[in-house]
């Protein structure tokens, strides 16, 4: 499986920014996939996650209400609307699938950058 995200940038706090992640390779066998986010000095945490073909989606408590994860699967791309953004919002975001065969696959990054 191979991932390659796009869609970061630079924007100022309360804007908007959609990231895709297009996902190639042995698609069939992605049972879930999640956006991470590594601030600088930080360990790398889940901000949101869509199990299966997209009826189930998880996350952060920190991202409620402000994020939307979803998965076109005739495209094999998943999306995070990300909305309100905040300066703690910063970071490198990473596109993730978990196979069938338990297997982790990431993609290279887009970096974030929310001014205040």
């Known amino acids: 499986v191979h991932l390659v995200e796009s869609g970061g940038g630079l924007v100022q706090a309360g804007g908007s920014l959609r990231l895709s992640c297009a996902s190639s390779?042995?698609?069939?066998?992605?049972?879930?996939m999640g956006w991470y986010r590594q601030a600088p000095g930080k360990q790398r945490e889940l901000v949101a996650a869509?199990?299966?073909?997209?009826?189930?989606?998880n996350y952060a408590d920190s991202v409620k209400g402000r994020f939307t994860i979803s998965r076109d699967n005739a495209r094999n791309t998943m999306y995070l609307q990300m909305n309100s953004l905040k300066p703690e919002d910063t970071g490198v975001y990473y596109c993730?699938?978990?196979?069938?065969?338990?297997?982790?696959?990431w993609g290279q990054g887009t970096q974030v950058t929310v001014s205040s």
């Open positions: 993730n699938a978990f196979t069938a065969t338990k297997e982790d696959y």
């Open positions: 390779g042995s698609t069939f066998s992605i049972v879930a």
């Open positions: 869509i199990i299966g073909g997209g009826g189930t989606s």
